[in-house]
């Protein structure tokens, strides 16, 4: 890489170290290449389940890029003092074998061992607390839960007894098995939806497995329940009956404090949106703010951009609304008109109200 794209390339690593520092109070080299856009999350979770060797295989630019943005990111954080603390990654499988990080042909040993210690080191903010660096250095290291799939489509064959796979799905060894064969049809399914009740019968269960939903337009698994012992399942319904009163009373103080949660980022959005674009009536950007970061949507308020204010998701989020609400695109939708050619049909319109407000009002 020439000297110059190195430097753009260490400003825009520096950039995404600092949002996910800010977060979360560390980052790794995984969290960076996530902002970066160069990692998915959905091969990222493929990866943790075993599915995926190695990780590199996803990633969507070339290994001296690669190399150039770990090097980035450790000279960024040594330069704050951040401490380096290694993560333990296993897969979530019943082996737990570590998850490799880079297979790169002709690479020597220790030059490989090194690319796989730069992706395992989590950089820690400075000043924290023991306690608190060693929750968070847990947290890291924790290995994964067991996981099951609910297949989108039906008719799939389990690669062990050849037989229809039926309704969950576990991989092993990159090969799909249905719950008998991978030894986990005593399990019964409990569906998301009672946090407390899934929490109970996990902890309850000797063996459990989350299960989840491959979602390709959000490109993500989505959770949908959890696998465990009908015994254990039958334990935890008993305590959440011995104490339903207090829980109830927790979950309406929950919601009010998430209630005036969202209201303050909603106002905090609205803000950003008239900072970006000063000829925006206040009401629409309020309504924009309040539209896009609405909790449980997956709208662009609600990414992790969105949740930091970053620029170019409140400008997604503008773009938007005055596409649906602006132009004739939602008509042209109905009409059949595909959607690219309808955004293009209606990107002049949409660019000349977006200039306009980027002016201040007269």
């Known amino acids: 890489m020439s000297e110059v794209h190195e430097t753009r390339l260490a400003r825009r690593v520096a950039q995404a170290a600092a949002t996910q520092v800010r977060r979360s109070r560390s980052?790794?080299?995984?969290?960076?290449?996530?902002?970066?856009?160069?990692?998915?999350?959905?091969?990222?979770?493929?990866?943790?389940?075993?599915?995926?060797?190695?990780?590199?295989?996803?990633?969507?630019?070339?290994?001296?890029?690669?190399?150039?943005?770990?090097?980035?990111?450790?000279?960024?954080?040594?330069?704050?003092?951040?401490?380096?603390?290694?993560a333990a990654y296993v897969a979530a499988t019943r082996d737990r074998r570590p998850l490799r990080f880079?297979?790169?042909?002709?690479?020597?040993?220790?030059?490989?061992?090194?690319?796989?210690?730069?992706?395992?080191?989590?950089?820690?903010?400075?000043?924290?607390?023991?306690?608190?660096?060693?929750?968070?250095?847990?947290?890291?290291?924790k290995a994964p839960d067991l996981m099951a799939i609910q297949p989108s489509r039906t008719g799939w064959t389990c690669a062990s007894c050849h037989r229809d796979g039926g309704?969950?799905?576990?991989?092993?060894?990159?090969?799909?098995?249905?719950?008998?064969?991978?030894?986990m049809d005593h399990l019964v399914f409990l569906p998301a939806g009672n946090a407390a009740l899934s929490r109970r019968a996990k902890k309850e269960s000797g063996l459990s497995a989350i299960v989840v939903q491959p979602n390709r337009r959000r490109k993500r698994y989505e959770r949908r329940g959890v696998l465990v012992e009908e015994e254990a399942l039958a334990r935890a319904e008993e305590q959440c009956l011995a104490d339903e009163d207090a829980r109830a009373r927790r979950r309406e103080r929950d919601r009010r404090r998430r209630a005036r949660q969202d209201e303050e980022f909603q106002a905090r959005m609205a803000e950003g949106i008239r900072r970006l674009f000063p000829g925006c009536p206040p009401e629409r950007a309020q309504a924009i703010a309040s539209h896009a970061s609405l909790r449980g949507s997956g709208r662009v308020g609600r990414s992790a951009a969105g949740r930091e204010l970053d620029e170019d998701a409140l400008h997604l989020a503008v773009a938007a609304s005055v596409r649906h609400q602006d132009t004739d695109y939602d008509a042209l939708l109905m009409a059949g008109v595909s959607r690219r050619d309808a955004r293009d049909r209606i990107r002049a319109t949409v660019e000349a109200v977006l200039d306009s407000w980027r002016r201040e009002p007269g």
Do not use: N
């Open 167 to 183: 309704e969950f799905m576990v991989v092993e060894d990159a090969e799909p098995l249905c719950l008998t064969c991978a030894d």
């Open 27 to 86: 980052v790794s080299a995984i969290e960076v290449f996530q902002r970066l856009g160069w990692l998915p999350p959905l091969r990222v979770t493929e990866w943790r389940q075993g599915r995926l060797d190695p990780l590199e295989a996803a990633l969507t630019v070339r290994s001296d890029k690669i190399d150039t943005a770990l090097r980035a990111l450790r000279d960024w954080a040594a330069e704050r003092g951040l401490e380096p603390v290694e």
């Open 102 to 141: 880079a297979a790169r042909t002709g690479t020597p040993a220790d030059r490989a061992d090194e690319i796989e210690r730069a992706y395992r080191t989590h950089w820690l903010s400075p000043g924290l607390s023991p306690a608190r660096r060693e929750s968070i250095a847990a947290r890291q290291s």
